[in-house]
C-alpha cells in the first residue's frame, strides 16, 4: 500500500471523483434497500409475527399457485390438520381487507379473523362478537384507543386493546373474531340466500340438529368432529343459524354458516410431521410462514422489482468500479513496468493495486451508508416506510464493498500482463 | 561481484525469418569498473543490457550476476535477482509522480519487503551521495532533469546491487550535466564495487569510463581497456 496511499494523495481530483460516485451509489442502493424492507415490512409484518411456523392455504389443483386472496379453508381442513401427528396446533385465520370508520375518520385495514382465544392475536381472549384489538397504526389511523368504537363492514365494534405494529398488503391489521371476521369478509358462493334461522342446535357432544334453509346451498350441515351441527349453508353470510358441537369450532356458536370457513389455516409443528401426506388427506397445500409471503400478491410483484432494481444498483456499481480501475490501471501501467523492472514481483503489485481499490471502496462506502442511515433516521417514523436496521444498512454496503472489489479485481489484473521491459528506453 | 556474458545469442521475429540482435557476445565486467558499450542506434546496445538485466531471456549463452548463472531461472527467480543484485538506471529517469526523491527510493525496500521508515535513512545517504540531500521531499515535477537522474541513479542503488545498468543516462541532458552524470556513476562504481555497465550512443562523457566495448549489428568487440 505505499504506493497506493500516495497515489489516493495525489491524485486526489480524480479519486475524490470516483469515491463521489460511490457515495452516491451506495446511497441511492442504502435508500432503496430501507424502501423495500420498509415496504415489505408493511407487506407482510402480521404474517411474519404470526407464532406459525407453516401455513396451510386452500389447493386449487391444477399446480395453481397459492394465495392469501384466492384461499379459502373449511372447518374440517382445520379439523383434520389439528389431529395431524407433529403438529403441536393448528389455527383458523381468515383475511380480508375493509374499511374501518371512527367517528369522523376511515381507514383501509386488514381484518384478521381468529377464533376467540386464539394464541395468532393479541389479546386474543379479549376478542369476541363485539370486540376487535387493533395495531398502533390502524389505532392511530382512526384516532382511537382501547375502550373506543370503530365501525367495521357495519358493525359497530368497541375496542379491546391496541397491541404490535402487525399490517398486511400495507394496510394496518384489526384483530376480530371469526364470525365478525366472516360478516366482513366476501364469502365464496353467489346470489342472496335466505335461512330461516337461527335454527336451533344441540350442545357440545353427541346431540344433533337440523336446520333448513333456502336459497343456494341450502340444505342441512353436518358438521365435523365430535358434534353435528346445524344451521343454514348458503355460502353467503347473511343468514343465520346456530351451531354447536364441542364448542371447539371456527365460531363461537352462533354467527353465519360462513363462519366455517377461514382463510388459511397457522400452523405450529415439530419434528416429523408429514405436511406432503397431510396436505393430501386435507386437500390443503403447507409452506413455511416466510415462504407464504410470496402468496401475497402485492408483496411478490413490489418486492421483485424493488429487488431487481437493488440488484442493477449492485451490478452497475461494480461495472463502474471496474472501468475507473481499468483506465487507472492503463494509465499507470509505465509506473508498474518500471516497478516490475527494478524488481517488485507482481503479487505485490496486485497487493497494492486491490488495497487501493478496497481503501476507495471502503470510504465511499462507508459515507454512503452514512448518508442513507441519516436520511433513513430522518424519514423513519414518517409516512415513508423506511426500515432502518443492520440488515438493511451494513448488507448492502458490504454487498457493495465485494461486488466493487470483484471488478476492481477484474481491471487491476491486467498488472500481471505489463511487461517490465517496456521501462527500458520508454520516456514517461 | 560480477556481471558475464558468454556467447549469448539473441534472436527476435521479424516476419518470417528472424533478425539477430546480438550473436554470440561474451563480455566480464569485473566489481568495481565501468563498462561502456557504445554503438549506433540499432546495433544492439539495448538487447544487451535487456539480457543483462534479465528482462530477456537470450537464445543461447550464458548470463551470469554475482556468480550466479541466471540460465532456467523462473521468472520470479528472476525478479528477485533483480530486486537484490542490479541496479537499473533507465534511460529516462521514470520517476513515480506521486513519490517524494526519498521515496522513490524507499519504494525499493517496500518491494523487497522490508520496511520504508527503516529505509528512509538510508534513501537520505544516498540522496545526500548524488547532491539531492536539500530536495529529498520533493516530487518529480520540482525537480529539473538532472535532478530526477541523480534520483534515478540513487533508487538503483538503493538495495546495494553487485551490478549496475545504465541505459543512455545522459541523452536528455545537456554536456555538462551529462558529464556530471557520467562522472557521479564512475565514482559509485568504484566507492560501492558494482560491475557496472553503460550503454550510450555519447563517446564524449568516456573519460571515467575503464573499458569501453562497440557493438554493431550484434556483434560486441573486444572491449579496449583505458
Redesign the interface.
Known amino acids: 500500500m505505499?504506493?497506493a496511499w500516495?497515489?489516493l494523495?495525489?491524485?486526489k481530483g480524480r479519486f475524490a471523483l470516483m469515491g463521489t460516485v460511490i457515495v452516491l451509489i451506495t446511497l441511492l442502493v442504502g435508500l432503496l434497500s430501507g424502501l423495500t424492507a420498509g415496504l415489505g415490512r408493511q407487506n407482510t409484518s402480521a404474517i411474519t409475527g404470526l407464532p406459525a411456523d407453516r401455513i396451510a392455504f386452500q389447493d386449487s389443483g391444477g399446480g395453481l399457485d397459492v394465495s392469501y386472496s384466492d384461499s379459502t379453508v373449511t372447518e374440517e381442513q382445520w379439523r383434520r390438520w389439528a389431529r395431524t401427528p407433529g403438529v403441536r396446533w393448528a389455527e383458523p385465520l381468515g383475511i380480508t381487507t375493509t374499511r374501518a370508520t371512527a367517528g369522523d375518520r376511515s381507514a383501509a385495514v386488514s381484518a384478521f379473523g381468529v377464533r376467540a382465544g386464539s394464541r395468532l392475536a393479541p389479546h386474543g381472549g379479549q376478542l369476541d362478537e363485539r370486540s376487535v384489538v387493533l395495531s398502533g397504526t390502524a389505532a392511530d389511523d382512526l384516532g382511537v384507543r382501547p375502550g373506543g368504537t370503530l365501525t367495521l363492514a357495519g358493525q359497530r365494534l368497541t375496542v379491546a386493546a391496541v397491541e404490535g405494529d402487525a399490517s398486511f398488503s400495507h394496510t394496518p391489521v384489526v384483530w376480530t373474531s371469526l364470525d365478525v371476521w366472516a360478516r366482513t369478509a366476501p364469502h365464496p358462493g353467489t346470489g342472496p340466500g335466505t335461512g330461516p334461522g337461527p335454527a336451533a342446535g344441540t350442545g357440545p357432544g353427541e346431540g344433533t340438529g337440523t336446520g333448513t334453509g333456502t336459497g343456494p346451498g341450502e340444505g342441512t350441515e353436518t358438521g365435523p368432529g365430535e358434534g353435528t351441527e346445524t344451521g343454514t349453508s348458503d355460502g353467503l353470510g347473511d343468514g343465520t343459524g346456530s351451531g354447536s358441537g364441542d364448542g371447539t369450532d371456527f365460531g363461537t356458536g352462533t354467527g353465519p354458516a360462513a363462519a366455517r370457513t377461514a382463510t388459511v389455516i397457522a400452523l405450529n409443528t415439530g419434528p416429523g410431521v408429514d405436511t406432503a401426506a397431510a396436505d393430501r388427506a386435507a386437500g390443503t397445500r403447507t409452506l413455511a410462514k416466510d415462504d407464504s409471503l410470496s402468496a401475497i400478491g402485492s408483496y411478490t410483484s413490489e418486492n421483485g422489482s424493488l429487488q431487481l432494481m437493488r440488484g442493477f444498483l449492485f451490478a452497475i456499481s461494480a461495472l463502474v468500479v471496474g472501468a475507473f480501475f481499468t483506465v487507472w490501471t492503463i494509465q499507470r501501467s509505465?509506473?508498474v513496468a518500471?516497478?516490475?523492472?527494478?524488481?517488485?514481483?507482481t503479487a505485490?503489485l496486485l497487493k497494492d493495486a486491490l488495497g487501493q481499490a478496497v481503501v476507495l471502496l471502503a470510504g465511499g462506502t462507508l459515507i454512503g451508508t452514512g448518508l442513507a442511515a441519516a436520511l433513513g433516521a430522518l424519514v423513519s417514523g414518517t409516512a415513508v416506510p423506511f426500515l432502518l436496521t443492520p440488515a438493511t444498512v451494513l448488507l448492502p454496503a458490504a454487498v457493495t464493498i465485494l461486488l466493487g472489489a470483484a471488478g476492481a479485481a477484474l481491471s487491476v489484473r491486467r498488472v500481471t500482463s505489463v511487461d517490465?521491459?517496456t521501462?527500458?528506453?520508454?520516456?514517461? | 561481484m560480477s556481471l558475464n556474458l558468454t556467447d549469448v545469442t539473441l534472436t527476435y521475429p521479424d516476419g518470417d525469418a528472424r533478425l539477430t540482435a546480438l550473436d554470440r557476445v561474451t563480455l566480464d565486467v569485473p566489481g568495481g569498473t565501468l563498462t561502456a558499450v557504445v554503438g549506433p542506434s540499432g546495433s544492439g546496445k539495448s538487447s544487451l543490457l535487456a539480457v543483462a538485466a534479465t528482462l530477456i531471456t537470450a537464445d543461447s549463452g550464458t548470463v551470469t550476476v554475482d556468480g550466479v548463472d541466471t540460465t532456467g531461472m523462473g521468472r520470479g527467480e528472476l525478479t528477485a535477482l533483480r530486486r537484490r543484485k542490479i541496479g537499473i538506471v533507465f534511460q529516462q529517469p521514470n520517476l513515480l509522480p506521486s513519490l517524494t526523491a526519498a521515496e522513490q527510493l524507499q519504494v525499493m525496500a517496500v518491494i523487497d519487503g522490508r520496511s520504508p521508515g527503516r529505509a528512509r535513512a538510508r534513501a537520505l545517504d544516498l540522496l545526500d551521495a548524488v547532491g539531492l540531500a536539500d530536495l529529498a521531499d520533493r516530487r518529480p515535477h520540482q525537480l529539473s532533469g538532472g535532478q530526477r537522474q541523480r534520483v534515478n541513479i540513487a533508487r538503483a542503488l538503493m538495495n546495494d546491487p553487485t551490478v549496475l545498468l545504465v541505459d543512455e543516462p545522459t541523452s536528455a541532458l545537456d554536456h555538462e550535466r551529462g558529464a556530471a552524470v557520467v562522472d557521479l556513476i564512475a565514482r559509485l562504481t568504484r566507492r560501492r564495487a558494482t560491475a557496472t555497465v553503460l550503454v550510450t550512443h555519447d563517446t564524449t562523457h568516456l573519460t571515467a569510463v575503464d573499458q569501453v566495448a562497440e557493438v554493431r549489428d550484434g556483434v560486441l568487440r573486444r572491449p579496449a581497456r583505458r
Open positions: 505505499f504506493v500516495r497515489d494523495r495525489f491524485a509505465g509506473d518500471v516497478l516490475k523492472a527494478l524488481g517488485a514481483s505485490v517490465p521491459l521501462a527500458l528506453g520508454s520516456a514517461r
